[in-house]
DNA sequence: GCCAACGTTGGC
DNA sequence: GCCAACGTTGGC
């Protein structure tokens, strides 16, 4: 992350953006459970430029949203951030990075993407502004609203 | 540097 | 299984 532009009253998202965010995966291939039972897991495989942005972003202890994609298409659970943004061992171009988690928490029930686009109050998360981004930031307030509607 | 073709993701 | 959205690639 070093060597990004320079200048202090440069706004960057890792200033704008808090410490909460949402991947997804499916979970026929990663499931949270599989984070579970793995205590831990290498984050690795993004190749889009903006998600791999939101990446480079997270801190240690940021907290992030798990959702399973194709199969439940719905929140389940909150991960942490173990390890910044390192190079991805995975791509052979080197330019994608990797990120590490650990499990926090299953929600008390999961929410569902028709819940969340249901929801007016979240109609400008970016997961659902853009459905195809794999790794998005989740500000404090959409926080908030889906870990209620999740019944914490 | 533009843009058409193509591939991939992910919801439906 | 289909299709929309969107990113990437490659020809020009």
Do not use: C
């Not at 989740?138 to 914490?152: C, F, H, P, R, Y």
């Amino acid at each position: 992350m070093a060597g990004t532009k320079a200048g202090h009253d440069d706004l960057r998202e890792e200033d704008l953006v808090a410490s909460h965010w949402l991947v997804k995966s499916e979970p026929a291939t990663f499931s949270y459970d599989d984070l579970v039972r793995d205590g831990r897991t290498v984050w690795d495989g993004v190749r889009n430029h903006a998600a791999a942005g939101h990446l480079k972003a997270m801190k240690v202890g940021d907290q992030v949203l798990f959702y399973h994609s194709q199969e439940g298409k719905d929140v389940v659970a909150v991960a942490q951030v173990a390890r910044e943004a390192f190079p991805d061992a995975s791509d052979p171009t080197g330019k994608f990075v990797a990120v590490e988690l650990t499990p926090v928490r299953k929600l008390p029930r999961s929410v569902t993407l028709a819940q969340m686009k249901a929801n007016p109050a979240l109609a400008d998360m970016a997961m659902l502004r853009q459905g195809r981004l794999s790794v998005s930031p989740v500000s404090d307030a959409d926080w908030a609203t889906i870990l209620k509607m999740a019944g914490e």
